[in-house]
């Protein structure tokens, strides 16, 4: 059966899988750019005790609400000013990206795994299961779920693990909605029956079958929850119920730069820019992630 | 003649379909009351148009629906006493779409070495060598063990489902319309791996298809299925030069000749294909049936069973069995 007749039929040209995403990442300008700034304050928020010039607590009463760099007496032991406390505001900012990047990468996690273990079950094992999980799905739509935050912040208090926890089980529903229609459709495919009629278990299929024809599009929904944790936690904490002062949290800072905003924009400005910068990169990276994972042959 | 290797003792399948909110569910008898066995190392063919049931049939032989009626046995045992792991062992499937029944995430060697590994069977450095094995054996290069289903073409990728369906040495292989996703040129060679295939492993088949010539080529035996039932059983030989029930024969004129001279076939058949909700009562082929007869607008025709195989008609049954 081998040998001369097929011998050229045998060399693989094709690319694997792989090969595919890297060359479609390479090209992808958007997913360059943002996994670029999502990386970079990765980087910055885990080294900022040694990139930071200052310690993000130490006040300064001689050197309150200081002008940045490129304002009136402007001077590089402060880039960017200082705040009414006399803290080097540079430094409050590179810590509160910490904060930022903690609970959005925890709420999604959370959420991820909730939403998704709630959607897969549900696709894979129809009927019955998957009416329970549409019933979730539904009451879990038709909850306020800033509102729901607000409340469960006020009874449980502000701290990191709370805020996580809270915003972690309140956005799973897009997770669920969308893996539980993307695993109905992979059940549907041949290869799930051809593991059955070999007799592998639910969790073997579900593991090893499904969750790997799922796992882009909950790494997509995952970059788009944790841009929405990042400004849930932002408003909260702006509005007083999420992270507690005198942690540096983004939406804190513009909370506390509010009474100066006359005088002093750049307070709210800065940490605004920081938010809106960091969203918009998330956002595109997921935008990218989605491009470059779709299956062969849809979408370039 | 040894003991049936698989035997279909009048295997029902229904399914209840919702129409509307309101309305009641429907029943469909997507096989109804089909009985046949199937010898050791033989190919059974299955054929009938789209809808007829084939593929409800094929995944109840494969132990992936339980039957709503009657009994499957493996070599004399009820399925239901077969544990799902054991089924596994006996009978395995290979698939239509070769695009859809290999995990685009997965290599071939994880594709292949999938029945080894729920099975249990051997340690890793045993399972990698016999996957090769395998791959060899149907015609594959050892080295595509690290390729991606995407990287080959459909007719290796056929080859790849049916390593993956040997790999655990079943008794029996279900095809369902193996090769109605590949090219003609591929189709033969396919078809001749089957064939090298049963020969030296001793396999036997069940082969799902609607390609008549296809079936005329690797079958020892023919089923003709129509709207659920079981409507002809006989020798290949037999069924393809003298057919008894005029559903076989018209299906048999409407495969094209190689002569193009000889122009398409005629028009096959009267009518449309029924409604499977509401199938026609009495014999379920009378509407479309060039010899029907006031009895079969009424009664369901009985099979009969003869040396020469099966059929239900009333053509056949009791003294106008000479036509």
């Given amino acids: ?300 | 003649m040894s003991a049936p290797v698989l035997e279909c003792d009048r295997v029902t399948r229904l399914f209840r379909v919702k129409r509307g909110l309101f309305e009641t569910p429907a029943t469909l008898r997507a096989v109804d009351d089909v009985s046949f066995s199937v010898q050791e190392g033989e190919v059974l063919a299955i054929v009938g148009e789209s809808g007829c049931g084939k593929t409800t049939l094929a995944r109840m032989l494969l132990g992936l629906l339980p039957p709503s009626g009657g009994s499957i046995r493996f070599a004399g045992r009820p399925m239901r006493q077969v544990g799902r792991s054991e089924i596994a062992a006996r009978v395995q499937p290979v698939f239509q779409d070769p695009y859809s029944s290999l995990n685009p995430r997965k290599t071939l060697g994880q594709i292949v070495g999938l029945p080894l590994a729920v099975h249990r069977i051997g340690g890793e450095p045993e399972r990698r060598s016999r996957v090769a094995e395998i791959l060899e054996l149907v015609g594959l290069p050892a080295h595509l063990v690290h390729a991606y289903p995407n990287q080959l073409s459909g007719g290796q990728r056929q080859r790849v489902a049916i390593a993956r369906a040997l790999a655990i040495q079943p008794r029996i292989v279900v095809f369902d319309e193996p090769t109605s996703a590949l090219d003609v040129s591929v189709q033969a060679q396919i078809l001749n791996l089957l064939l090298e295939l049963r020969q030296s492993l001793n396999l036997t088949y069940v082969f799902i298809s609607h390609d008549l010539a296809v079936v005329e080529h690797i079958a020892d035996r023919v089923a003709v299925m129509y709207l659920g039932r079981l409507v002809e059983l006989g020798g290949t030989a037999a069924i393809f030069d003298s057919p008894r029930h005029p559903y076989t024969e018209t299906l048999l004129r409407s495969i094209l000749t190689p002569d193009p001279s000889l122009g398409l076939p005629p028009g096959p058949f009267g009518g449309d294909f029924p409604d499977p909700l509401d199938p026609p009562p009495g014999c379920r082929f009378h509407p479309r049936c060039p010899s029907a007869m006031e009895a079969c607008r009424a009664v369901p025709p009985a099979a009969v069973t003869d040396t020469a195989g099966r059929v239900e008609c009333h053509l056949y049954n009791g003294e106008s069995h000479g036509r």
């Avoid at chain 1, 990139?51 to 032991?77: E, H, M, T, Y």
């Avoid at chain 1, 788009?224 to 507690?244: K, R």
């Fill in chain 1, 1 to 300: 059966m081998t040998g001369g007749l097929f011998a050229d039929e045998f060399r693989v040209d094709a690319p694997t899988p792989r090969e595919v995403m890297r060359r479609r990442a390479r090209r992808h300008l958007g997913f360059l750019t943002g996994t670029g700034f999502v990386l970079a304050v990765v980087l910055l928020a885990v080294f900022a005790p040694w990139v930071s010039p200052s310690d993000p607590f130490a006040q300064n009463l001689d050197a309150r609400l200081l002008d940045p760099i490129w304002g009136k007496g402007g001077s590089w032991d402060h880039p960017l000013g200082t705040d009414s406390l006399g803290r080097d505001y540079l430094t409050r900012i590179l810590f509160g990206a910490r904060i930022s990047l903690l609970i959005g990468f925890g709420a999604a996690v959370i959420s991820g795994v909730v939403g998704s273990t709630v959607g897969i079950v549900g696709g894979y094992f129809g009927g019955r299961v998957d009416a329970v999980v549409m019933y979730l799905i539904n009451v879990k739509l038709a909850l306020p779920g800033i509102l729901i935050a607000l409340s469960l912040v006020s009874v449980f208090g502000g701290s990191l693990i709370a805020l996580i926890a809270i915003l972690g089980f309140l956005f799973w529903d897009r997770f669920a909605v969308v893996t539980r229609s993307v695993t109905q459709q992979v059940r549907g495919q041949e290869f799930v029956a051809a593991a059955e009629a070999v007799g592998a278990s639910h969790t073997r299929i579900v593991v090893q079958e499904i969750l790997p024809n799922v796992m882009s599009h909950i790494i997509v929904i995952a970059s788009l929850e944790m841009a929405i944790a990042i400004l849930v936690e932002a408003v909260l904490s702006f509005l007083g119920l999420g992270i507690q002062p005198p942690t540096p949290s983004w939406g804190l800072l513009i909370s506390e730069g509010r009474s100066f905003m006359f005088f002093k924009p750049w307070l709210i400005a800065l940490p605004g820019l920081a938010l809106f910068f960091l969203v918009i990169a998330i956002n595109l990276m997921g935008d990218g992630i989605r491009d470059i994972t779709v299956p062969e042959g849809r979408g370039r």
